[in-house]
Structures are given as C-alpha cells and as structure tokens.
C-alpha cells in the first residue's frame, strides 16, 4: 500500500555522455594515421565524439583523434548543447530551477528565450560577455514523448514521471542506446505522492487499494458502495501519455489483474485534473499529491485496517 501514497518517482534518464549536434558526416583519424572511423556525428561534449559508424554508434576519446568533415565541431569556440525532452511537471518548474542553480554556482549568467508553448532554452555565458558556453533546450509535453524523442536521437535526456516500459528497453538496445534500466542511467530528482482525490464536499475520506483498482476496471460504479451518496462515480485521469496515468495502470491496473474502464475523462494538465475534480462531487482521480490543488485527498487502507495519508515530508512524523 505504501508506495501508491509515497513513492511516485519523478526520474530524469540519463542516456548517453555526449551532446546532441547537427548530424552530419565526420572522419575520425588516429593522430599516427593508423586507424579511421567515417560516420555521422551524433555528439560532442568537449571530450568524447559519439559516432554512428558502420560498426554501429561508437564513442571516440577526441585526444586520440583528428576530426575532419562538415560535422566536425570547433573546439575553440566550443558550446555545450543539452536537449531535454518529456514530463512537463518536471519541465515547468524543477529543471529550470536546476539549470539556473547550475549557473549561480559556477558563475554564469543566464537567459531563458521562449520560443513556443512546448519549447524553451537557457543559454549559459560569462558573467562579462555575451558568447555562450552552453544551451540547455527543452521541450516539455509527456513522458511517452520524451522516450520518443530519445530513440528518436531527438533529445538527451528524458523527463519522465515513471520509470521505463519494458517495450523501451528494448526499442533503446535496438537503436544503440543500450540498457537504459541500468543503475548509471538514470537520476531520481524527487518522490512526489500519487495521491486519490475527491472533492471536499464529498463525504468518502479513505478507500482501499483494491476498490481503486475495481472503481478504475468499471466494477465499482456507485458511490454508495462506498458509503457515499447513491450516485455514479465520474473517473479522472490525466492524458494517457503522462507518466502519472501510465505510473496508474503499471502500478494499480496490472496488479490488480484489471484494465481500466474507457468512460474516463481525461486532462492534459495536473492542474486541469484537480480543479474538474474539486468542482465534481461525484468525481474521483489520481493526482501527483504536489499538485491536488483544492481538492480533498483520500486516506489509503489496507487489509490489516490502518490508515494511510500522504502529508508533505515537512507534516510527517
């Protein structure tokens, strides 16, 4: 039971060194001539070259090598680039915070352009001076995207609100990125509660794991079978390409042995999620608990009869 009130992950995936460049055809050589490698450049991160090669992608110690080609990168002027792709919980306010905490304590200034609803970037440069040091691009939308966009070698670095599928793993081996399941792959930013909710003026305060489940199949439709009024219950969830709706069928639906029932309605933001079922007295959602605005969280119960509320890490005992 513990983990649906306390153990959402909000994880960023860390899938590859380098940074992502235009790609474009390079020519790798050994300083003596002996070896070459000829792809095209996937990354540089001031260091190390990611190549896809006929060999399959490499990665290259650039002091051991000359770079020649349209691609290569100019090591003189060299700007770091990162493209940040996923979960725009994560997006909207933590890895901003991040890149900015970044700067302060290495003595950069930063500048954050807008470019549209989805896409922004910070540009790092000298506290004197307007020449970049570094681009950090993002692109904020779900985490179903984010993965896209990385096996795409659009982004990399996912936001992710759940931990990878197993079809990823094997899509992310397929294209070269190897096992992004392994330990040095990924970061866990911060734990966040996935949290039920009701609206305040609905008289149900607790519910059990397992009628979750069969609300969420469709086999529990009335609220009076859960000591409410006798009315239907309205489910809400957030878009199905989210982490948190995906964390809800991984971690509740296949548990349960259940799918979930298709009359749900659905929202595109967390925010959106919580005032619908704030305003509804015969609604019912799973929300990120940061985030359940003014509605009313549900205490969780088990079979041993205990109560289990999620409180911010400051309230809890």
């Given at each position: 039971m513990k983990q649906y009130c306390a153990a959402l992950w909000a994880a960023l995936f860390l899938v590859m060194s380098g940074v992502a460049l235009r790609a474009d055809d390079v020519t790798l050589r050994s300083r003596d001539g002996a070896i070459e490698l000829y792809g095209t450049l996937l990354g540089f991160d001031g260091e190390f070259y990611r190549v896809e090669t006929q060999y399959g992608e490499l990665t290259v110690d650039g002091s051991g090598v000359l770079c020649e080609g349209p691609g290569c990168p100019s090591l003189t002027a060299f700007v770091a680039e990162l493209s940040i792709s996923g979960s725009s919980t994560i997006g909207d306010v933590l890895m901003p915070a991040l890149v900015e905490g970044f700067a302060l304590q290495n003595n950069l200034k930063t500048e954050r352009i807008n470019i549209n609803d989805t896409h922004f970037e910070y540009v790092l440069s000298p506290p004197e001076g307007d020449t970049p040091v570094g681009r950090f691009?993002?692109?904020?939308?779900?985490?179903?995207?984010?993965?896209?966009?990385?096996?795409?070698?659009?982004?990399?670095?996912?936001?992710?609100?759940?931990?990878?599928?197993?079809?990823?793993?094997?899509?992310?081996?397929?294209?070269?990125?190897?096992?992004?399941?392994?330990?040095?792959?990924?970061?866990?930013?911060?734990?966040?509660?996935?949290?039920?909710?009701?609206?305040?003026?609905?008289?149900?305060?607790?519910?059990?794991?397992?009628?979750?489940?069969?609300?969420?199949?469709?086999?529990?439709?009335?609220?009076?079978?859960?000591?409410?009024?006798d009315a239907p219950i309205s489910i809400h969830l957030r878009d199905s390409q989210s982490g948190i709706s995906q964390a809800v069928e991984d971690r509740i639906m296949k548990q349960a042995g259940s799918t979930l029932v298709e009359s749900v309605t659905r929202h595109a933001t967390n925010t959106d999620l919580a005032q619908a079922v704030a305003r509804d007295q015969l609604a019912i959602g799973v929300a990120s608990h940061s985030e359940i605005g003014n509605s009313k969280p549900l205490a969780l119960t088990g079979t041993c009869g205990f109560q289990l509320r999620c409180q911010p890490p400051d309230d809890q005992d």
């Open positions: 691009q993002f692109r904020v939308s779900s985490t179903d995207e984010g993965f896209a966009d990385l096996l795409a070698d659009e982004a990399d670095l996912v936001m992710a609100l759940r931990e990878i599928r197993g079809g990823e793993l094997a899509l992310a081996a397929e294209v070269g990125l190897g096992q992004l399941d392994d330990v040095n792959r990924s970061r866990v930013l911060a734990l966040d509660a996935m949290t039920v909710i009701v609206s305040p003026t609905n008289p149900v305060s607790a519910l059990s794991v397992s009628d979750l489940a069969r609300i969420l199949a469709g086999e529990i439709d009335n609220w009076r079978t859960l000591g409410g009024a």
